[in-house]
């Protein structure tokens, strides 16, 4: 035997007696892995994972899965009726789920799954479009899912981390995080008025989302997931919640009286688009309700039978207003039951007219 040989059987017999020696681990690393891999030791979750793992646990059973069925109107024969989908979640004890107005909007049949798997039928306790909020009330009240504490936003700072859970694409129950984008943005709703200190976020928000509920690190409700501006409509880095100081403010009143107060002068205006082709700014008057305080302070409206302009709005209490949205928020600034100074043109004369907020809802 050479000396070569022998040297290569001693490095050989060395190579074995450190593999067997060093145990399983060296083995796994010099060996083919012809059988399953052996477990590493995980360890504890990070503080970070432990929040949001334990929030989710917490939360997670107190968010439904609604679902709609809407009647088609207007065509012959028999039509399939449309489906919508969203997201809610529990409010109280006695069966209350809140949601985004949007998603139950014209609904001819509500039903919503629960925690359990159960699909129970609901109905529409009170809506706002105002804000973009709708309360239903289950058939039966859950007995499992407890309410998610209530938080506020009127602290939140741009920045903090927040987690937002809801049934993306009619997926069951999703947890997407993120932080606090940008505070006190304006979103238009679909009544043509604005929802303000609206919070945005970086969470990832989708369709089928709406109506969830957004929580802050300690597991409580700050806002309704509500919108991402999107042209494809999928998550683009931008979402938006109503914050929960408004939805405490409005839930109560909607499960109370169906209806939340809504400052107005009683009017109907010309849409912006048709004001702005005819040349004119502020809030054109397009007729004037019976009963109200535009009626009674002698503010006119266009004549259907000549077509002759009405009066148009320029001012409120001194400030300029140019949309529905801006006149909206100064009337409900002043307050329902407040007087507020109206600057009005008519015929190219311009006056003042004062009137009272009232409760147009």
Do not use: C
């Amino acid at each position: 035997m050479t000396e070569r040989v022998k040297l290569l059987l001693i490095v050989w017999a060395l190579l074995v007696v450190t593999v067997w020696a060093g145990g399983p681990f060296v083995r796994e690393i010099l060996l083919t892995a012809d059988e399953p891999r052996i477990v590493a030791p995980r360890g504890k979750l990070a503080e970070f994972e432990r929040v949001s793992t334990a929030l989710f646990e917490s939360a997670g059973p107190a968010v439904v899965y609604i679902f709609t069925e809407t009647a088609s109107t207007g065509a012959p024969g028999p039509v399939a009726p449309r489906g919508g989908a969203g997201s809610g979640f529990v409010w109280d004890g006695a069966g209350h789920v809140v949601t985004n107005f949007h998603v139950v909007q014209g609904a001819t049949r509500i039903s919503v799954r629960l925690d359990s798997g159960e699909a129970v039928p609901a109905t529409l306790v009170g809506a706002a479009p105002d804000y973009d909020l709708a309360v239903l009330k289950l058939s039966t009240a859950p007995g499992g899912p407890k309410p998610i504490p209530v938080g506020s936003s009127a602290d939140l700072k741009v920045g903090q981390a927040v987690f937002a859970i809801g049934n993306p694409f009619g997926l069951n129950r999703s947890l997407s995080t993120g932080v606090v984008s940008a505070l006190n943005r304006h979103l238009p709703t679909a009544s043509g008025r604005e929802i303000h200190g609206v919070i945005q976020i970086d969470a990832a928000i989708n369709p089928g989302n709406s109506g969830g509920p957004l929580l802050d690190s300690a597991g409580r409700l700050i806002g309704v997931n509500t919108a991402i501006v999107s042209g494809s409509g999928s998550s683009a880095g931008v979402g938006f919640a109503v914050p929960v100081d408004v939805v405490n403010r409005v839930v109560p009143r909607l499960i109370e009286d169906g209806k939340f107060p809504r400052p107005g002068i009683g009017i109907a205006i010309v849409d912006e688009e048709t004001g702005a082709r005819l040349g004119l700014r502020g809030i054109v008057i397009a007729a004037v309700l019976p009963g109200s305080s535009a009626e009674e302070a002698g503010l006119e409206g266009i004549d259907r039978r000549s077509g002759r302009l009405g009066d148009v709005i320029t001012e409120v209490n001194r400030q300029r207003v140019q949309g529905l949205a801006e006149f909206s928020a100064t009337l409900e600034k002043a307050g329902i039951g407040s007087e507020v100074e109206l600057t009005v043109i008519r015929n190219d004369r311009k006056r003042a007219v004062r009137l009272n907020v009232m409760d147009i809802s």
